[in-house]
């Protein structure tokens, strides 16, 4: 019998508002699309990706984090005029921006319908700032609890779930249901014994081992 059921964000209930979540919402007000290899740019921002560490505890840190990573990015594109308050600009908008990633139309209604009969969490690689969109966008209040990687320094892909079970006691990962939209999370989470579910919004999947839903509706049927 599922008791508790444990989300992802990205992918699962959100997603991110330009179609990529580090080209920001404001990304082309603040840089000058015509100076920029797009292609270049999306190759910089994954040789970057490094430079995100799960080090940052504060909203201060995460900025401080982003600017760095976008100050290299900038350079390896060799965009022109690059700074460091360049920089700043992306990071204010990746950081602090709470339009940086828009829920799905289906999460609110069926958050509160789910939070009626079921203990609800989440568990996301992320970091702090992730804590004031849920709020500012009034998911949080559907949560018995969230656990975002960064204030922990580790991610779900090494022993985030550990913590996750050592926080919340209560849990039993047999009576849980976890969903996430990348396989390899799942495979580790089935490590723990969790229920699981693939979420795949955009239909990517055509093989996998775990059972598919591609969107919050497919997940109430599934538990009728």
């Keep these: 019998m599922i008791k508790n059921i444990i989300f992802d964000i990205g992918g699962v209930l959100a997603e991110p508002k330009s179609g990529h979540w580090f080209i920001t919402t404001n990304f082309w007000n603040i840089l000058n699309k015509n100076l920029i290899d797009e292609e270049k740019l999306k190759i ?11 080090e940052p505890k504060t909203e ?27 920089a700043n600009k992306l990071a204010d908008d990746c950081v602090y921006n709470d339009d940086k990633f ?17 203990n609800l969490y989440i568990i996301s690689n992320g970091w702090p700032s992730s804590f004031r969109v849920l709020k500012n966008k009034g998911i ?30 209560e849990i039993t ?11 390899h ?9 969790f229920n699981l579910l693939l979420m795949d919004r955009y239909k ?18 599934i538990l009728e």
Excluded at 104 to 111: E, G, H, P
Excluded at 173 to 183: A, F, H, Q, T, W
């Design 44 to 54: 910089s921002l994954k040789k970057y990706l490094y430079l995100q560490t799960q």
């Design 60 to 86: 201060k840190d995460e900025h401080e984090m982003f600017s760095n990573y976008y100050c290299n990015v900038l350079k390896d594109i060799n965009y022109p005029n690059a700074s460091l308050d360049i």
């Design 102 to 118: 828009i829920f799905f139309d289906d999460v609110y209604s069926i958050l509160e319908e789910l939070s009626k009969k079921y």
């Design 140 to 169: 949080d209040k559907y949560f018995k609890g969230i656990i975002i990687s960064s204030m922990y320094t580790t991610v779900k892909e090494e022993n985030l779930f550990d913590i996750f079970i050592n926080k919340y006691k």
């Design 173 to 183: 990962p047999s009576e849980s249901l976890y969903i996430d939209d990348r396989n």
């Design 185 to 193: 999370i799942l495979q580790k989470a089935k490590e723990y014994g």
């Design 204 to 221: 990517k999947y055509e093989k996998t081992q775990f059972e598919i839903v591609n969107n919050m509706n497919d997940i109430l049927k």
